[in-house]
């Protein structure tokens, strides 16, 4: 049986953004021991590379800062398309790699293909993602099918945040490190908490007519996320979006700022004060700032969501993307849009791609 199909547009979507923090905590119990995972970090890497595409790279982007600060490993994010054309940037040789391949469907081609390259140059290749029988799967030393978390909907959602979660508690196993493993055993609770507390500012955002482009604000484990939010504005009500780093947008793209510009600051706890400072440049050329964080109300924001304070800032991330995933939501209504049926996505990219000569190379 396929989904049952809810006849309001966006219905699926809504649902499965709301649903993130019980999905969380379902998949968690559902995972007791990833030490089976882990061990295919053995022997352990110098270095790690997360890869992927769209949503998927912004997820490697997010896991890759909780493995550099809790396992203590050299950890970057790349495209799985700079994998397979510029492997020699992004695989050093002579450095143990372990490669972790992050796709939902498992059938994005330019991530099999990474996957490939990455093997044939004696990279550990990890797999992630939402289906048990995917081609991935048969690429990865091993593989961690997340059924639970799959979308129905052709926009990733509860998918992104579980797959993060999953990622971050291997990290965590890599390092011994029970307090994050502890932080994020609360997410589920504390997510489900704060779930749609804000629902009414988030619609009446995405129903204000006096924006007209999001720019997107996080600084290091928020970075991704800040990505994941532009993705998802973007492809659910086709609004201009960009994320940058909050002290990088001070260099030049603060001239876009004027009254049709919504700042979106993902707040965290380190550079607060510069933070803050540049909520008042913002405000000050005419931008709406919306300001998410623990205690985002000190920071001068117009508006502000309060996420938990008490959590660590790398445990923390997961927690953003619900209220943003229902702006793109609440954006696309507004706009006439079914964020169920977004403008030419599909489930995933299929390309006729030659890795032969990158796999040759070797
Ligand atoms: C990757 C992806 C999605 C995007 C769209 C096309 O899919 O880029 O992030 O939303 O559906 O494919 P996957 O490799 O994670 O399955």
Redesign the pocket.
């Known amino acids: 049986m396929g989904p049952t199909h809810d006849p309001a547009p966006g219905a699926l979507t809504r649902r499965e953004i709301a649903e993130q923090p019980e999905t969380w905590r379902v998949v968690a119990e559902a995972l007791p021991d990833l030490a089976p995972v882990a061990a295919a970090f053995e022997p352990f890497p110098e270095e790690i590379v997360l890869t992927?595409?769209?949503?998927?790279y912004y997820l490697a982007q997010a896991a890759a800062a909780t493995f550099a600060r809790v396992a203590g490993l050299r950890a970057s994010a790349v495209p799985a398309s700079e994998i397979i054309y510029f492997p020699e940037i992004a695989l050093p040789r002579g450095r143990r790699v372990a490669l972790v391949a992050?796709?939902?469907?498992?059938?994005?081609s330019e991530?099999i293909a990474a996957a490939r390259v990455a093997a044939a140059r004696g990279a550990a290749v990890l797999g992630i993602?939402c289906e048990a029988g995917a081609t991935l799967a048969g690429l990865c030393r091993a593989y961690l099918p997340l059924s639970a978390a799959r979308d129905e909907s052709?926009?990733?959602t509860k998918?992104f945040t579980t797959m993060l979660l999953a990622l971050q508690r291997i990290a965590g196993l890599l390092a011994g490190d029970v307090a994050i493993l502890a932080d994020l055993g609360r997410l589920p609770q504390v997510g489900a908490n704060l779930t749609y507390a804000r629902a009414d500012l988030l619609a009446a955002l995405g129903n204000d007519r006096t924006w007209e482009r999001a720019i997107l604000l996080g600084a290091g484990p928020l970075h991704g996320i800040a990505w994941e939010a532009v993705?998802k504005l973007t492809?659910m009500s086709l609004t201009m979006a960009v994320a940058y780093h909050p002290l990088e947008f001070r260099h030049g793209p603060l001239a876009l700022v004027d009254g049709r510009t919504l700042a979106i600051l993902l707040a965290g706890t380190t550079a607060r004060d510069q933070e803050a400072a540049l909520v008042r440049e913002i405000r000050a050329r005419g931008g709406r700032v919306l300001a998410l964080g623990s205690a985002p109300g000190d920071l001068g924001a117009d508006e502000a969501i309060a996420l938990d304070a008490t959590l660590d800032e790398y445990a923390r991330p997961a927690l953003y993307l619900p209220p943003l995933q229902l702006l793109g939501y609440e954006r696309a209504l507004a706009n006439g849009l079914d964020p169920d049926q977004p403008r030419y996505?599909?489930?995933?990219?299929a390309l006729d791609l030659d890795t032969a000569h990158a796999e040759a190379h070797e």
């Open positions: 992927g595409c769209g949503s998927s992050i796709s939902r469907s498992g059938e994005t991530t993602g052709m926009v990733m998918a993705i492809e996505l599909n489930r995933y990219v």
